[in-house]
T-cell receptor, first 109, second 114 residues
Framework: GQNIDQPTEMTATEGAIVQINCTYQ??????LFWYQQHAGEAPTFLSY??LDGLEEKGRFSSFLSRSKGYSYLLLKELQMKDSASYLC??????????WGAGTKLIIKP | KAGVTQTPRYLIKTRGQQVTLSCSPI?????VSWYQQTPGQGLQFLFE???????NKGNFPGRFSGRQFSNSRSEMNVSTLELGDSALYLC?????????????FGQGTRLTVV
């Protein structure tokens, strides 16, 4: 079966750095997405990786290793507004998006 | 440009009833996907429509069905509602056709079955 694993919850301090991991086992691979979802709101797109390596976008970076079935989202200079759930999703060989259950990130002052 | 619009935002139904949810995608987007989201379960994929055809389907019972119209608007229907169907139903639209196209989500319809 297809599976995406993320930690359920993480806590970090304002101004610090946090890394959210995602491991996947899917039928084929056509890219990996990270989304942010604030409580009571719709998910919003953060990043897309299809090749191995690091993609940097401001305070957020996303890394992919296809051989290891592994990705991480790195958030720097954490702000209180970064408190949210972070969803990892993989597009499989049928172009369907397979979603992880999400990681709830709690930022403390 | 306008985002993805879902109606209604909130809905309360009784067990055994049926319900229809609507999703208007971003103009020009041909792919519409539906998801069920419950606390701790993440996004559970229901189905995807592309150019009026169901392209992918998740592992939900036949009580869940959908369709897409020629203008790309989509509807989802749930018949014989059960208490366990209470959830946030999200619709996402994308251009479709290319793997790197991101999905844009609507605000969702929160369905409560009593």
């Amino acid at each position: 079966g297809q599976n995406i694993d993320q930690p359920t919850e993480m806590t970090a301090t304002e101004g610090a750095i946090v890394q959210i991991n995602c491991t996947y086992q899917t039928s084929g691979f056509n890219g990996l997405f990270w989304y942010q979802q604030h409580a009571g709101e719709a998910p919003t797109f953060l990043s897309y990786n299809v090749l191995d390596g690091l993609e940097e976008k401001g305070r957020f970076s996303s890394f992919l290793s296809r051989s290891k079935g592994y990705s991480y989202l790195l958030l720097k200079e954490l702000q209180m507004k970064d408190s949210a759930s972070y969803l990892c999703a993989v597009r499989d060989s049928n172009y369907q998006l397979i979603w992880g259950a999400g990681t709830k990130l709690i930022i403390k002052p | 440009k306008a985002g993805v619009t879902q109606t209604p935002r909130y809905l309360i139904k009784t067990r055994g009833q049926q319900v229809t949810l609507s999703c208007s995608p971003i103009s020009g987007h041909r792919s519409v996907s539906w998801y069920q989201q419950t606390p701790g379960q993440g996004l559970q994929f229901l189905f995807e429509y592309f150019s009026e055809t169901q392209r992918n389907k998740g592992n939900f019972p036949g009580r869940f069905s959908g369709r897409q119209f020629s203008n790309s608007r989509s509807e989802m229907n749930v018949s014989t509602l059960e208490l366990g169907d209470s959830a946030l139903y999200l619709c996402a639209s994308s251009l479709g056709g290319r793997p790197n196209t991101e999905a844009f989500f609507g605000q969702g319809t929160r369905l409560t079955v009593v």
